[in-house]
């Protein structure tokens, strides 16, 4: 991402523990507490947010020569969250298969995506450099570090979701402060300084949705 050094992966590693240790401390019951989003429920949002390490491992399979199209986070973001993008138009699909993937994996599972099969994928591709041009099949060529700083976001995000749902402190600081400037550089620079300080009403939020 422009203008930070943040080993990313480790961040993101960071984030999944947190997830881990917060789902090995949760009871039976508050699997099926209700979220702020209002379609999920504790377990769906842990099913849309746990990694998925077959598509880790797969991406080494899928990388490409010639320039990526998307090289850095907040350009993914602006492709997905622009009108007619896929936030919008797949935002029902996306819910139901959180939905799906939690009434077939069992919370014990789910756990152990964030704290050991998830951090085990994402060390395998350690090696791989966060400009190597990945064919990625909605997004055409993107780099693997644009889709590391989107990973990471993400789960920052979420987390405060579960945060909001059942308590607990509040994600590392590190990935705080990461998601804080991607969700700015996705903006248009101008109507956010200008809304940030109080020189304009135009309307820049959410960034996402």
Avoid: C
Wanted: without cysteine.
């Amino acid at each position: 991402m422009s203008g930070q050094n943040e080993d990313v992966p480790g961040l993101l590693a960071e984030v999944w523990r947190s997830w881990a240790e917060r789902g090995a401390a949760l009871g039976e019951e508050d699997w099926d507490r209700p979220t702020r989003l209002s379609e999920w429920t504790v377990r769906d949002l842990y099913a849309h947010v746990a990694p998925v390490p077959e598509q880790f491992a797969g991406l080494r399979a899928m990388t490409v020569g010639g320039p990526a199209g998307l090289t850095r986070g907040a350009d993914i973001l602006r492709a997905f969250n622009r009108p007619g993008g896929l936030a919008h138009t797949a935002a029902g699909q996306i819910a139901e298969l959180a939905k799906e993937t939690a009434r077939a994996t069992e919370p014990a599972a789910l756990i152990a995506r964030f704290g050991v099969a998830g951090p085990e994928a994402l060390a395998g591709i350690a090696d791989l450099p966060p400009g190597t041009v990945v064919a990625h099949q909605l997004l055409g060529p993107v780099t693997l570090g644009a889709l590391g700083e989107v990973a990471l976001m993400e789960a920052t995000v979420h987390l405060l979701d579960l945060i909001a749902a059942v308590g607990g402190p509040a994600p590392a600081e590190g990935a705080l402060h990461f998601t804080r400037a991607l969700l700015a550089e996705a903006t248009d620079p101008v109507a956010f300084i200008e809304a940030a300080a109080g020189r304009s009403s135009e309307p820049v939020l959410p960034i996402i949705r």
